[in-house]
């Protein structure tokens, strides 16, 4: 067997018991409680940096630590810069976990443990990817800088203060981001859009108290039914959403890219069946995949309203909350749209209600052109290890700062997710397969010679 193939195999078990100890860390970063847990995580990864010989920096910043870390000795190569994130979602609902979220455990072939699909095992693949080669050859045939966060599951802009002040340092051919899914078991592939997002609070206080709702109903506008009312115009019976100019700047598809989504092997009753809906249901007009990846969407992600405890409790709540996204496509800009959403809301609020809308930045959408030397590199990586070439999709999920990455740093993004739709990312019993886990770990190590064959 070739040298890599051993030094893979051999390795593989110590490699999963090291993802097993990251996972161990709860970096749960919209949580201020694990604050020096998140830390831990990155600090985790620092030294595993040090391991592998890079020169890596633990990067303080307003919020949650960057870690930097690189290794430049191709002088005529290309480089490559690769993203990710330490940090985690939170784990409720905890009762619904087999096994403890920070307690990894293996079943069934899959790893099961808070990120270890998103992003930590995902990641986790470079750095053994990288390992390998370096234990078998001795040297980098290109240049790879890392940059990993611990705010993007919270929204945080650390790195996007870090980007702007920095960006030069970041200088790069190829941006490599390891945070997205396979089409399916078997059929990896390479993500060619993602789609932004915003996200946002909206609360609505009325009374200056709880009140009787026997004693006091019928008389005033209780919040939360205001709520319920507010959201429910935000979209139509079509499934579209009711904000102006909301759909202005909406890219349609060409239509070798329609052909591209309809050919995809997708068989919407098992979707449905996996996801445990008996129909699936979204905007008129669009097929699933269509309205999965193509189109804007509206959610609202939590509700906080009254009384939630066991048995009755008759009241008017004296205020209501509801977490809302927006999933945006390219070219919608997502300030103009939080604009335009919050002089709806102000324009639906009923009187005697006090309404504060508050939002993030967002992020946008983005698109990446499957015709490139790079992503023809990174295909026949992919090829070589999974067996199968690689097919082109889209994703519905958001990683904010990959755009402006890429953009500002004039790199071609490679998003090239190892991940599988049933992986529960954001949900109880997260889990990553670990065959995935290891062909992944080989197409790593086969990517840096691919790209070190593209010129610059
Ligand atoms: N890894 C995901 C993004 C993702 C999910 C890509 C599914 C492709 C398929 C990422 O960690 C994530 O969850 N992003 C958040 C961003 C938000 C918190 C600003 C998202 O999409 O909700
Ligand atoms: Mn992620
Ligand atoms: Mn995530």
Redesign the pocket.
Known sequence: MPKLESYLTENAERFEKELCQWLKIPSVSADSRYVDEVRRSAKWLVDQFDRLGFSSDLIATEGHPLVYAERLEAPDAPTVLVYG?YDVQPVDPLDAWTTPPFEPTIRDGKLFARGAS??KGQLFTHLKGVEALLQTEGHLPVNIKFLIEGE??S?GNAIDEYLEENGDDLACDCLVVS???QFGPGQPAITCG?RG?I?GELTLEGPNRDLHSGAFGGTLTNPAIALCEMLATLRDEKRRITIPGFYDDVETLSEKENRQLDELPFDETHYAEELGVSVLDGETGYTTLGRRWVRPTFDICGLTAGYQGEGNKTIIPARASAKISFRLVPNQDPQKIIAALSDQLQAICPPGIRMTFSAGVGSPGMRVSPESPWIEAAAEAIRRAFDVRPVFMR??????IVAQLSEKLKAAPLLL?WGQDDDN??SPNEKFSLADFHRAIRASAYLWHELAKVKA
Request: proline fraction near 5%; charge should be negative; hydrophobic fraction near 20%.
């Open positions: 994130h998103d992003d993007e599951e929204e945070d997205s899914s993602l997002i996200y994703e519905g999920g958001s990683i904010p997710g990312i954001h």
